[in-house]
């Protein structure tokens, strides 16, 4: 990847620059390897993707790398700059349909163009039309707009189809080539959330990252020392919104059938899970999180009906007692792994002397 | 003109069930600043409770309503316990996914107790109807209405006549005042969601008989509530209702009239728009921040 040497260069002279309180904003494990990072789920969905064999096997990684893909886009929206939108899963669905409403009878990268500037613009409106409100009232705004959106989808049947039910959707093609075996789709797919991630990247490597999490943790004060407030948090709202509609651009292309269930409650449910589930605080939260919830349910066949009940307690719990998620518990273990070390090595100096 | 009528109370009826969800919202919101997104779920608990003791104890209708709003006070008390107060001073964000995760919990609980077929809780007038203007009103609303009044005036009464409602309003104004005054603030927040519990279980005992009782017969509601609550500013109790019978009165009125089937979105885009032009509610004056 050519773009990694420009990329790392300025990494190493950084933290050295960056005085010792500032540091701890920033997951250590994690910290200023991002790149790394992202090359790394490049070689794990490539090796997945030709390891895997069965039609079973593709479903669940084509489910892990597009909930990976809306989870980024959530983390960014509610991690970071902390905005509290249950309207990401509407965009996933807006997403969809627009995709599908533009692609009929012509490329899926028309399809893609659709669902990015109709998702990108639908944020941006609803963004505006909101910008006074707080919090809570963003909260219930975004609630309203998810339930608004589940009703357009099911009633405007010129944009949708008759219920906002589509069967037959075709395959992805891009450049000439249809993306039509599993393999191939987790391939599409997976270079889709390299992109994600990349993007995502940059966010974390840019002061944009610092000013959302200030205008996250304290808006007035974010405000008073020159945080561009206003352009901040429509600019996160939209990029993350944005990348829910690509993540429905893609899973309807993907799954070939879409209805308004695809988008209903329990999809946000799931996106939130994704996120604190994974680690709210770190980028890679999201994708640890996608596999969880992409995979777990496979696992845990046996509670069945019980699922319901384990994944709402399993969010009381996280929020409560783990708020890091699955990415907090391995930079404890990396913290305690290198506090035993900081103590074999204060014992020898105290031996010494 | 009967359409009228007819449209205008059935929006009155579903205006009052939507004020009594969004008075659980405002006590809890003017104790402790929060908002418990597991209301609605709250609503739909206690139309199933009291389904069960109405048909498996076998009790009269009115006991068995007694019970759901008993039970739901100490479901209102356990959140409390479990999903709010360890987490008291953490973020905004935290109390809004715990208090979700609750709502997922009693969802799955109801499932698990009595499935997803449909079932329906029986008023205790039946399917009977007066004729008002030549409008055939069902009597269950006319009672939907009574009780509504009833029970905004005892909380009126109960906010500004009573040490419990000063303690609640004075914690409104300004929480660390009130704590130094010695106010007991867990108390108060245990004894708000214990009595938005009992409201929300009223709101589902009324409710449920004007239609088929699911898992998400509390959603709607919940989510009306919160616009009801928005466009009155969250203040006052008096602007929380108006805004409710606005909500109620918007819904019928647009379905009956525009098209029913965006019916449920004319409410919210009346409350985006106050969202958009005076945030701090129609009838409402306060601005507050959370530092």
């Given at each position: 990847?050519p773009?990694?040497?420009?990329?790392?260069?300025?990494?190493?002279?950084?933290?050295a620059?960056?005085?010792?309180?500032?540091?701890d904003?920033?997951?250590?494990?994690?910290r200023?390897?991002?790149?790394?990072?992202?090359?790394?789920?490049?070689?794990?969905?490539?090796?997945?993707?030709l390891?895997?064999?069965?039609?079973?096997?593709?479903?669940?990684?084509?489910?892990?790398?597009?909930?990976?893909?809306?989870?980024?886009?959530?983390?960014?929206?509610f991690?970071?700059?902390?905005?509290?939108?249950?309207?990401?899963?509407?965009?996933?669905?807006?997403?969809?349909?627009?995709?599908?409403?533009?692609?009929?009878?012509?490329?899926f990268?028309?399809?893609?163009?659709?669902?990015?500037?109709?998702?990108?613009?639908?944020?941006?409106?609803?963004?505006?039309?909101?910008?006074?409100?707080?919090?809570?009232?963003?909260a219930?705004?975004?609630?309203?707009?998810?339930?608004?959106?589940?009703?357009?989808?099911?009633?405007?049947?010129?944009?949708?189809?008759?219920?906002?039910?589509?069967?037959?959707?075709?395959?992805?093609?891009?450049?000439?080539?249809?993306?039509?075996?599993?393999?191939?789709?987790?391939?599409?797919?997976?270079?889709?959330?390299?992109?994600?991630?990349?993007?995502?990247?940059?966010?974390?490597?840019?002061?944009?990252?610092?000013?959302?999490?200030?205008?996250?943790?304290?808006?007035?004060?974010?405000?008073?020392?020159?945080?561009?407030?206003?352009?901040?948090?429509?600019?996160?709202?939209?990029?993350?919104?944005?990348y829910?509609?690509?993540?429905?651009?893609?899973?309807?292309?993907?799954?070939?059938?879409?209805?308004?269930?695809?988008?209903?409650?329990?999809?946000?449910?799931?996106?939130?899970?994704?996120?604190?589930?994974?680690?709210?605080?770190?980028?890679?939260?999201?994708?640890?999180?996608?596999?969880?919830?992409?995979?777990?349910?496979?696992?845990?066949?046996?509670?069945?009906?019980?699922?319901?009940?384990?994944?709402?307690?399993?969010?009381?719990?996280?929020?409560?007692?783990?708020?890091?998620?699955?990415?907090?518990?391995?930079?404890?273990?990396?913290?305690?792994?290198?506090?035993?070390?900081?103590?074999?090595?204060?014992?020898?100096?105290?031996?010494?002397? | 003109?009967?359409?009228?009528?007819?449209?205008f109370?059935?929006?009155v009826?579903?205006?009052?069930?939507?004020?009594?969800?969004?008075?659980?919202?405002?006590?809890?919101?003017?104790?402790?600043?929060?908002?418990?997104?597991?209301?609605?779920?709250?609503?739909?608990?206690?139309?199933?409770?009291?389904?069960?003791?109405?048909?498996?104890?076998?009790?009269?209708?009115?006991?068995?309503?007694?019970?759901?709003?008993?039970?739901?006070?100490?479901?209102?008390?356990?959140?409390?316990?479990?999903?709010?107060?360890?987490i008291?001073?953490?973020?905004?964000h935290?109390?809004?996914?715990?208090t979700?995760?609750?709502?997922?919990?009693?969802?799955?609980?109801?499932?698990?107790?009595?499935?997803?077929?449909?079932?329906?809780?029986?008023?205790?007038?039946?399917?009977?109807?007066?004729?008002?203007?030549g409008a055939?009103i069902?009597?269950?609303?006319?009672?939907?209405?009574?009780?509504?009044?009833?029970?905004?005036?005892?909380?009126?009464?109960?906010?500004?006549?009573?040490?419990?409602?000063?303690?609640?309003?004075?914690?409104?104004?300004?929480?660390?005042?009130?704590?130094?005054?010695?106010?007991?603030?867990?108390?108060?927040?245990?004894?708000?969601f214990?009595?938005?519990?009992?409201?929300?279980?009223?709101?589902?005992?009324?409710?449920?008989p004007?239609?088929?009782?699911?898992?998400?017969?509390?959603?709607?509601?919940?989510?009306?509530?919160?616009?009801a609550?928005?466009?009155?500013?969250?203040?006052?109790?008096?602007g929380?209702?108006?805004?409710a019978?606005?909500?109620?009165?918007?819904?019928?009125?647009?379905?009956?009239?525009?098209?029913?089937?965006?019916a449920?979105?004319?409410?919210?885009?009346?409350?985006l728009?106050?969202i958009?032009?005076?945030?701090?509610?129609?009838?409402?004056?306060?601005?507050?921040?959370?530092?």
């Open positions: 990847m773009g990694s040497e420009v990329g790392t260069a300025p990494v190493a002279a950084e933290p620059a960056r005085p010792a309180r500032d540091r904003v920033r997951p250590p494990v994690y200023q390897r991002q790149l790394h990072g992202v090359a790394a789920v490049a070689a794990l969905v490539v090796a997945l993707s390891g895997v064999d069965s039609a079973f096997g593709h479903g669940l990684l084509h489910s892990w790398l597009i909930y990976s893909v809306v989870g980024l886009g959530f983390y960014l929206v991690s970071l700059s902390g905005q509290f939108a249950f309207s990401q899963g509407a965009f996933v669905g807006l997403g969809a349909y627009a995709s599908v409403w533009a692609s009929e009878g012509r490329s990268a028309w399809g893609l163009l659709a669902a990015v500037v109709l998702s990108a613009a639908v944020a941006l409106a609803f963004a505006v039309l909101v910008v006074r409100s707080d919090h809570f009232y963003f219930i705004a975004t609630l309203a707009f998810s339930h608004i959106a589940l009703i357009v989808f099911r009633e405007l049947e010129s944009f949708t189809a008759p219920g906002g039910e589509i069967v037959g959707i075709p395959k992805p093609d891009l450049f000439g080539h249809r993306f039509a075996s599993g393999q191939d789709l987790a391939l599409l797919l997976g270079a889709f959330l390299v992109l994600a991630l990349l993007l995502t990247a940059l966010v974390e490597r840019s002061p944009l990252r610092r000013e959302a999490v200030a205008f996250r943790d304290n808006r007035q004060v974010a405000a008073t020392v020159g945080v561009p407030v206003l352009r901040l948090r429509l600019g996160m709202f939209v990029l993350g919104s944005t829910a509609g690509v993540a429905g651009c893609l899973f309807a292309h993907t799954s070939g059938f879409i209805s308004t269930e695809s988008f209903a409650l329990e999809l946000g449910i799931d996106i939130f899970l994704v996120v604190l589930l994974g680690g709210a605080g770190s980028m890679w939260g999201p994708v640890l999180g996608a596999a969880f919830v992409v995979w777990a349910p496979e696992q845990l066949r046996f509670v069945g009906e019980y699922r319901a009940l384990i994944y709402g307690a399993l969010l009381v719990a996280v929020v409560v007692a783990f708020p890091g998620g699955l990415v907090g518990l391995v930079e404890a273990a990396g913290r305690w792994l290198r506090r035993g070390r900081g103590a074999v090595r204060l014992r020898s100096v105290g031996e010494r002397a | 003109m009967e359409r009228f009528v007819s449209l109370v059935t929006g009826a579903q205006g009052a069930v939507f004020a009594v969800v969004a008075l659980g919202f405002l006590l809890i919101h003017k104790a402790t600043g929060v908002i418990n997104f597991a209301q609605g779920d709250l609503v739909t608990l206690g139309a199933y409770i009291a389904i069960w003791a109405a048909t498996d104890l076998e009790l009269p209708l009115l006991g068995a309503y007694a019970v759901a709003v008993a039970a739901l006070a100490a479901v209102g008390v356990l959140i409390e316990r479990f999903a709010y107060a360890p008291r001073d953490r973020s905004i935290v109390v809004v996914i715990s979700l995760g609750a709502a997922l919990v009693i969802r799955a609980v109801i499932v698990l107790w009595r499935g997803t077929s449909p079932t329906r809780l029986r008023g205790p007038l039946g399917f009977e109807v007066v004729e008002v203007l055939r069902p009597k269950q609303n006319l009672l939907i209405i009574g009780v509504t009044a009833v029970c905004v005036a005892a909380l009126w009464l109960l906010f500004h006549r009573t040490q419990f409602g000063r303690q609640v309003r004075a914690l409104a104004s300004d929480r660390m005042a009130a704590q130094m005054q010695g106010i007991r603030v867990a108390r108060m927040s245990m004894l708000t214990g009595l938005a519990g009992g409201l929300s279980a009223l709101a589902g005992v009324l409710i449920a004007t239609r088929a009782v699911t898992v998400d017969l509390g959603f709607g509601p919940m989510l009306y509530a919160f616009a609550s928005i466009l009155g500013g969250m203040g006052s109790i008096g929380v209702v108006v805004g019978l606005a909500i109620g009165l918007v819904q019928q009125l647009g379905g009956g009239y525009l098209s029913p089937d965006y449920e979105v004319y409410p919210f885009v009346l409350m728009l106050v958009a032009l005076r945030p701090q509610g129609v009838l409402g004056s306060e601005v507050r921040a959370r530092l």
